[in-house]
Nanobody, 126 residues
Framework: QVQLVESGGGLVQAGGSLRLSCAAS????????MVWFRQAPGKDREFVAA????????YYADSVKGRFTISADNAKNTMYLQMNSLKPEDAAVYLC???????????????????WGQGTQVTVSS
């Protein structure tokens, strides 16, 4: 049984930092690409960042480039999202997701992901 469990969300002032974690069980990290999405109230789910084990490649949405860093610890089957210089518009529920590495559709295609976590809330006060 596959489980993705996010943690690390909370309330932070604009300009502050948070580190999110996504602990995975039931899958082999090296066989999957792992991503972070976010969803604000009344808005569509938005791609944030992805990490692909093959070649250790990372990908980011333009809105977070230079502020967010995605990483992972293969030994712990855990993915992280370090978020710096947070802005009020970064506030959302952040969800991690996994899809098989051979999948080639765009990172923002929600239907391409095999597994999802429940999400962790990030609130940014101005």
């Amino acid at each position: 049984q596959v489980q993705l469990v996010e943690s690390g969300g909370g309330l932070v002032q604009a300009g502050g930092s948070l580190r999110l974690s996504c602990a995975a069980s039931g899958i082999t990290f090296s066989s999957y690409a792992m991503v972070w999405f976010r969803q604000a109230p009344g808005k569509d789910r938005e791609f944030v960042a992805a990490i692909r084990w093959i070649g250790a490649r990372t990908y980011y949405a333009d809105s977070v480039k230079g502020r967010f860093t995605i990483s992972a610890d293969n030994a712990k089957n855990t993915m992280y999202l370090q978020m710096n210089s947070l802005k009020p518009e970064d506030a959302a529920v952040y969800l991690c997701a996994a899809r098989r590495s051979r999948e080639t559709t765009g990172w923002d295609v929600v239907g391409a992901y095999n597994y999802w976590g429940q999400g962790t809330q990030v609130t940014v006060s101005s």
